[in-house]
Each structure stands twice: as structure tokens, then as C-alpha cells.
């Protein structure tokens, strides 16, 4: 089927500036909560939220075959379920509605009362129930980082790191929206030259610059999924800020892996991106020595070329920018990870979240996370307010980026943006 909604040329009656994330080549879904207090179902081109609910009930859907209140829920689980055909006839569906050329809606008042928003109206809302989440260690060059802080540049990749994407279960119940503040997490620690713990807030709060993808209803219990087929399972891409207490990771983490230095919280943006809108941007994945096992070989370009950045807001002052980075650096692509994810048979569900791991490149500047940023805490980052930052401290904003462009369109993610509060106060809760 073709990707019409991708057309480089096609423009939008509704306003767009030159560089926004949402032009009409987009067209990504979300979920919000409207003026009336109504949730539904949703697009974005330029600043305007378009009420996918109100379109399909007023019969702009006539013709592709939709449930009446596939687009009247608070989820889009069940909408991803229905399939990549459903997802590229709706989108192309979108992209005529809106094109410049098409007067239906843009001379129809009364509809577009009903169906268009200003993005001030209304309020973004996790997009998809997430059943399950998983985060991979996908980065050569974060866990090159990370191992040679910790076991020296001879032993930082462990012996498996090479041969398979390795993955832990994360908890989706912390995972939140952009907006949403988060309070510094507590948990054991291990002081420096002891050898008993304490318990307290942790003093290494940590961001991890993400990508994460979204699946759909995939395979049975037992059933592996085929490299070549993992791409048709996967709805789209959300920016993710996967937040980390490193200090109560580091005590914690053996032998089991991650549990409450990373469960407290963790970010995404409100609009999932769909891969056909990132068709554009595929690129080549780095080359992998030693050559992977069968089932993780693939053909053609499965990375995608996605600018990353992450910037620290300080309480009352400007923003810095702390790293820049790119999706494309990931050595282990989305279809390796899904299918090495259920090579065991393992069930993947529509909604189910996964996380690329931190994202670094080949460069300092590029690092996606502070302990590599500021090496540990060794090297502070100075802000534009004169204060440094070795770890994030209370108060501050993380604002994460994300955007493809080339010559013909740009294709972003908005913000991920969020603020640390203090530990949580039974006091201030009354």
C-alpha cells in the first residue's frame, strides 16, 4: 500500500511553521483530554490537535473499515492492534483531509469547531496502556562508557555484549507523559569506604537520553517472531527519558540487574511517531563484528537517522544543552532487539513498550547521560547560570529533543520535558 501521507510536496490548509516537528508529512497519535473534559483520540499538524473521535463520527473515515469507537477511547491499544493496514489507510485518510487542496473540512466551520484544538485546549494524556516494558542496552559506545568507568577499558564490554541485545523488564507502571514533575527517589546506598548501607535520597539522579518503540499485537506463547517480519510490529517510535538513581543502581544491581534505582520513574513524549512517517530516515545500522547469530541477521537499512539532544533547566534560569546525540548510533537496531526479545517464545502485546537504552555517540559531547557526561561526577557541567552539575539536582527541568530532517521535510517528537522535585512529603501530600 502506498505511503501517500509521506508526500514531500504535499502542504496543509492549517498553519505550520517552517520548523516544526508536525507538518502534514507527520501526522503522529496521541491521546488528550479535550476543552469539554472529553478524552479522544488524536493527531497534531503544526500547533493544532485534530480530534480523531469528532472526524470519524462526522464520516471523514467512510470507506476503511473502523470500529464505531476505535477512535473514542482513552488508549490507543486498540487501534495499533488492528494493524499496520488499518494504521497507513488512516494516515493517508488524514493527509487528504487536511492537504491544501482539499476544501471539505477547511470550508465546513461547523466541523472544524468540532474537531480542531489549539494546543492550550487541551491536555496530553499517556498514549497507549503499557502492559509491558523492556529496556535494552543497545549503545556500544554507553556500554563502553560505562564498563570502562567501572571494570577498565580491557573488560568494559561483558562477554554477551556482542553477540545479543541484552535487555531487562522494567516497570510500566512508573512510566509517565511529559509534564508530569517526578520526585528524587530514595533507596539503599552504599557510602564510599564502607561496607554498610543507608538509607536516603539518592545524590546521583541521573537522565538517560531514549528512544522507545511501540508495539502491536504480535505472536503466540512460544511463537518466535522473523527478523525480516519484527519491523510490521512495531506502530512507532516515542522520545524517552529513562530516569536512573545511580547510586542506588550501583548497590543494588547485583545479581539481578535494576530494580529501584530505576522503577521510580520514567518519561515519554505524548506523540508516538509511526515508523512509515520515519521511512525517509532510514539509514544503514553500524557495522557488527563478530557477525551476529542467524536469527538476528537482516537485510537492507533498519536505523533510523533521528537527531537527539537533552538540555538542563535550572529553577528561574535559561536552559543549557549538555549533549547531542543521534538514534543512529545504536549497534543493536529495533528488529534485532524484537527479535531476539521473542526468539524464546515470549508474547509481545499491542502497547507493550521498548526502550533502545542510552543513547551515546562516538564523541563526549554526544554522551546520553550525566555519569558519562561529567565522567562520574569527575568533570561538572557548567549552566548558563554560572552553577554546575556533576548529577541533576532539585529543581531542575530535563528537556529532551528529537527530530529527522532533510531536504525535502523535518519529522519530530516535540519535548519530553520534566521537572525533579524533592523527596515526597507526607505533609505537603495533605
Given amino acids: 500500500m502506498p505511503l501517500s501521507a509521506n508526500n514531500p510536496d504535499r502542504t496543509s490548509w492549517l498553519h505550520v511553521d517552517k520548523n516544526s516537528d508536525f507538518p502534514i508529512q507527520n501526522i503522529p497519535f496521541g491521546v488528550f483530554l479535550t476543552r469539554d473534559d472529553i478524552i479522544t483520540i488524536g493527531t497534531r499538524i503544526g500547533d493544532t490537535a485534530i480530534d480523531l473521535g469528532a472526524l470519524h463520527q462526522l464520516g471523514y473515515f467512510d470507506g476503511i473499515p473502523l470500529t464505531d469507537d476505535i477512535f473514542l477511547q482513552d488508549t490507543l491499544n486498540d487501534f495499533i492492534a488492528d494493524g499496520r493496514k488499518t494504521w497507513r489507510l488512516v494516515r493517508n485518510r488524514i493527509a487528504q483531509i487536511f492537504d491544501a487542496n482539499n476544501d471539505t473540512l ?5 466541523h472544524k469547531e468540532i474537531v480542531l484544538f489549539r494546543l492550550d485546549e487541551i491536555e496530553m494524556q499517556l498514549p497507549v496502556q503499557i502492559g509491558d516494558y ?6 556500544k559506545e554507553h556500554a563502553t562508557n560505562i564498563g570502562t568507568m567501572f571494570r577498565g577499558e580491557e573488560n568494559a564490554l561483558m562477554p554477551n555484549w556482542l553477540h545479543m541485545p ?3 523488564h522494567g516497570r510500566s507502571s512508573s512510566i509517565i507523559p511529559s509534564g508530569i514533575p517526578v520526585h528524587r527517589p530514595q533507596g539503599q546506598t552504599l557510602p564510599e569506604g564502607s561496607d554498610t548501607p543507608v538509607f536516603g535520597p539518592s545524590k546521583l539522579v541521573d537522565f538517560e537520553l531514549e528512544m522507545a518503540f511501540i508495539t502491536t499485537d504480535a505472536n503466540d506463547l512460544g511463537e518466535p517472531i522473523p527478523i525480516e517480519e519484527a519491523e510490521d510490529y512495531i506502530f512507532g517510535l516515542v522520545l524517552f527519558n529513562d530516569w536512573s538513581a545511580r547510586d542506588i543502581q550501583k548497590w543494588e544491581y547485583v545479581p539481578l540487574g535494576p530494580f529501584l534505582g530505576k522503577n521510580f520513574a520514567s518519561t515519554i513524549s505524548p506523540w508516538i511517531v509511526t515508523l512509515d512517517a520515519l521511512e525517509p530516515f532510514r539509514v544503514e545500522t553500524p557495522k557488527q563484528d563478530p557477525k551476529p547469530l542467524k536469527y538476528l541477521q537482516f537485510k537492507g ?3 533510523f537517522d533521528i537527531n537527539l539532544e537533552a538540555a538542563i533547566k535550572p529553577k528561574g534560569a535559561k536552559e543549557t544543552v549538555v549533549c547531542k546525540s543521534n538514534f543512529k548510533y545504536m549497534y543493536w537496531n529495533m528488529a534485532q532487539q524484537l527479535a531476539h526479545h521473542t526468539v524464546n517464545g ?5 502497547g507493550d513498550m521498548m526502550g533502545s537504552g542510552t543513547i551515546s555517540g562516538p564523541t563526549p559531547d554526544s554522551y546520553g547521560s550525566m555519569l558519562e557526561l561529567t565522567w562520574k561526577g569527575e568533570n561538572p557541567i557548567k549552566m548558563k547560570d554560572g552553577t554546575e552539575r556533576k548529577f541533576i539536582n532539585d529543581n531542575d527541568t530535563v528537556i529532551m529533543r528529537a527530530f529527522c530532517k532533510n531536504d525535502d521535510v523535518q519529522i519530530g517528537f516535540g519535548e519530553v520535558k520534566t521537572k525533579m522535585l524533592p523527596i515526597f512529603s507526607p505533609q505537603k501530600k495533605k
Fill in 166 to 168: 541484552v535487555g531487562y
Fill in 134 to 139: 523492556t529496556d535494552f542496552y543497545a549503545s
Fill in 106 to 110: 477547511k470550508n465546513n466551520k461547523q
Fill in 301 to 303: 537499512k533498519k536505523s
Fill in 346 to 350: 515470549c508474547p509481545i502485546n499491542s
